[in-house]
């Protein structure tokens, strides 16, 4: 039987952090901090847990999991602090502003001896794990190419929000929902050899990027051609993964994405129109609570997460290669 651990503790209690806390997976929160200390006290009330100062938190007993979803100059400091006091983290993406603040937390992981998760729930999406069941059972042949666009529209005052602050977010778009495609990318392609591409602000009154057009090459010469954009005026996700024999499609990711789609096209001896497979996944969202559930395993078998530092320092040495192309500094 899984035994889950002692108990979660919850570092930022913004809509993330709310996510997080539904989603346990079974186990127990034990105490919230946040910048806000009426948010913690209000995350941490109906779960009878406590509310505190983050570094009370990362030292409590009763919290063997530290779960970071602050802004994102906080998370390495927070994920390292955690760390030194033996916990294990979840720690939401992008895990640090950039490669070299990331840099100190494998370097605190690695001397702590605990896991640490990074939060790439998209791949716990029923689409992309019915995708990855098909990519893993050899459906699509021989890997070609993927091509993936991402993007939102922003909101009324987006520009004066905390990820238009380059300090904070130590990125625009790009560090933001692009870390999410990076990741996603390399799942099917591998390790990108070869990066291209420009980040640019086109819309938005802000220091960082709003859209970011990358072209990553593996050293197969697979390559993902990818887009993300917060000025996409209708919310909208699509990754398409071609192989020599098939081509899969995922479309949405519910709510504003709209409903969550994979297509399986199987090209036929004759070639001419495919074979075509659809599934709709129309649920409410599971992937937060898968996510977190594969982390408790994780620690319960001493296991090294999937989606775990490398993941993340993969998809930060991609997006710092950008934006030094493109002339923007975290």
Request: net charge neutral; hydrophobic share 45%.
């Amino acid at each position: 039987m899984n035994t889950a651990p002692a108990g979660i503790g919850i570092v930022g209690c913004g809509l993330i952090g709310r996510k997080r806390a539904a989603a346990l997976a079974g186990a127990r929160l034990a105490a919230c901090a946040d910048a806000d200390a009426s948010r913690a006290r209000s995350l941490a009330a109906p779960a009878g847990a406590a509310a505190c100062d983050w570094r009370d938190l990362v030292r409590r007993e009763d919290v063997a999991v530290v779960v970071v979803a602050t802004t994102n100059d906080a998370l390495a400091e927070i994920s390292i602090a955690a760390l030194e006091a033996g916990k294990h983290v979840l720690v939401e993406k992008p895990a640090a502003r950039n490669v070299a603040e990331l840099d100190r937390v494998i370097a605190a992981a690695r001397a702590s001896g605990r896991l640490v998760r990074v939060g790439f729930n998209h791949r716990y999406h029923p689409a992309l794990r019915k995708a990855r069941e098909l990519f893993d059972a050899g459906a699509l042949g021989p890997m070609m190419f993927v091509r993936g666009r991402y993007g939102h529209g922003g909101r009324v005052g987006y520009e004066k929000e905390w990820r238009a602050d380059p300090a904070k977010s130590g990125g625009g778009e790009l560090i933001d929902q692009g870390v999410h495609l990076i990741d996603l990318a390399g799942c099917f392609l591998g390790d990108f050899t070869d990066v291209a591409g420009h980040a640019a602000t086109m819309f938005w009154k802000m220091p960082v990027d709003d859209n970011a057009f990358l072209t990553l090459r593996t050293a197969g010469g697979q390559t993902a051609f990818l887009h993300v954009s917060c000025t996409e005026w209708k919310n909208l996700f699509s990754l398409e993964i071609y192989g020599r024999d098939a081509k899969l499609h995922i479309d949405g990711l519910g709510g504003s994405y709209g409903v969550e789609r994979l297509a399986y096209y199987r090209m036929l001896p004759q070639m001419g129109p495919p074979e075509t497979t659809l599934w709709e996944y129309p649920g409410a969202d599971s992937s937060w609570a898968l996510e977190f559930a594969e982390f408790l395993e994780d620690i319960r078998l001493g296991r090294e997460p999937s989606a775990g530092l490398p993941a993340a320092r993969a998809a930060l040495k991609v997006v710092g290669r950008v934006y030094d192309m493109s002339g923007y500094g975290a």
